[in-house]
């Protein structure tokens, strides 16, 4: 399973946009990008998954350069319920057993 | 569609106790995976069956058990509870192809 790294934590305003980069330099060839964010006492919720270039959906964008090897998910305009941790995992496109890192806890400020 | 339902959604116990959580899939979802969440450990896989089979399992002791009922839904048991089984349990269903998707959890309280 390809390795993730991301920052521990990042501060935010509302109102900006907001993006966290995840590192996997032993992405494998079938692998997808997929984030999940998380509330307290709650399950993670699917954001977006990606495998090359760009996709968009109605919560936000994910960047995924030509190599593969670092991806970027951009949060727009956050707001104060953006406040979570959020994961990024690779691993094959319908994997079920699902390796979580230690996210990255974003703090929104008013 | 109905999302990931976990029961109970909180529930304490005694050392030495066992207890039993339940899960039921989206409709149409055959995989129904579980993980532990806990402030040290983070989210960690347990296991994962499919159409009543289990199909990976992770890195926990005996004590920790589950089965899959032909409709999908799914129960976990932990036998012998301890302190250290206090976590947040989530369960996880997937077609097999897409993405999955998580319940809300069960927060276990080992007393």
């Known amino acids: 399973l390809a390795k993730t790294t991301q920052p521990i934590s990042m501060d935010s305003y509302e109102g900006q946009e907001v993006n966290i980069t995840c590192s996997h330099n032993?992405?494998?060839?079938?692998?997808?990008i997929t984030w999940y964010q998380q509330f307290p006492s709650q399950g993670p919720r699917f954001i977006i998954q990606g495998y090359k270039t760009k996709v968009t959906n109605e919560v936000a964008s994910l960047f995924i350069p030509a190599d593969r090897k670092s991806s970027t998910l951009s949060l727009p305009r956050v707001s104060l319920s953006d406040t979570a941790v959020y994961y990024c995992l690779v691993g094959e496109a319908g994997r079920r057993a699902l390796t979580f890192g230690s996210g990255t806890r974003l703090q929104v400020q008013p | 569609k109905a999302g990931v339902t976990q029961t109970p959604r909180y529930l304490i116990k005694t050392r030495g106790q066992q207890v039993t959580l339940s899960c039921s899939p989206i409709?149409?979802?055959?995989?129904v995976s579980w993980y532990q969440q806990t402030p040290g450990q983070g989210l960690q896989f347990l296991f994962e069956?499919?159409?009543?089979?289990?199909?990976n399992k992770g890195n926990f002791p005996g004590r920790f058990s589950g089965r899959q009922f032909s409709n999908s839904r799914s129960e976990m048991n932990v036998s012998t509870l301890e302190l250290g089984d206090s976590a947040l349990y989530l369960c996880?269903?997937?077609?097999?192809?897409?993405?999955?998707?998580f319940g809300q959890g069960t927060r276990l309280t080992v007393v």
């Open positions: 069956y499919f159409s009543e089979t289990q199909r």
């Open positions: 032993n992405i494998a060839t079938n692998d997808y």
């Open positions: 996880a269903s997937s077609d097999g192809v897409n993405t999955a998707f």
């Open positions: 409709s149409g979802h055959r995989s």
